[in-house]
């Protein structure tokens, strides 16, 4: 069974940096993580839950335009890791922040980020 956790959500001013970690567990899948598309996914409050960033297989990266030039997405195969690098916070990126593989995967519990003005 796979368990993705994410973690490394907080408080932080706007203009601040995160980084956010999500390591997937679970034998079977770990046999599969390195050719697997992965993604990072965020929900604010009253909104429904958007793709933020993704990473192929590959390394290939592709952005939400919201986040273009400020976030970037990478990924430790060896670690059955991804981590989203957050720069340039603003308000508007509160939300709490989620990995998965394209949805196909069960939900984690998700990391908050809280950007303050």
């Known amino acids: 069974q796979v368990q993705l956790v994410e973690s490394g959500g907080g408080l932080v001013q706007a203009g601040g940096s995160l980084r956010l970690s999500c390591a997937a567990s679970?034998?079977?899948?770990?046999?599969?993580?390195?050719?697997?598309?992965m993604g990072w996914y965020r929900q604010a409050p009253g909104k429904q839950r958007e793709l933020v960033a993704a990473?192929?297989?590959?390394?290939?990266?592709n952005y939400a335009d919201s986040v273009k030039g400020r976030f970037t997405i990478s990924r430790d195969n060896a670690q059955n890791t991804v981590y989203l690098q957050m720069n340039g916070l603003t308000p508007e990126d509160t939300a709490v922040y989620y990995c998965?593989?394209?949805?196909?995967?069960?939900w984690g519990q998700g990391t908050q980020v809280t950007v303050s003005s």
């Open positions: 998965n593989a394209d949805g196909a995967l069960a």
């Open positions: 990473i192929t297989s590959g390394g290939k990266t």
């Open positions: 679970g034998s079977f899948f770990s046999r599969f993580f390195s050719i697997t598309s």
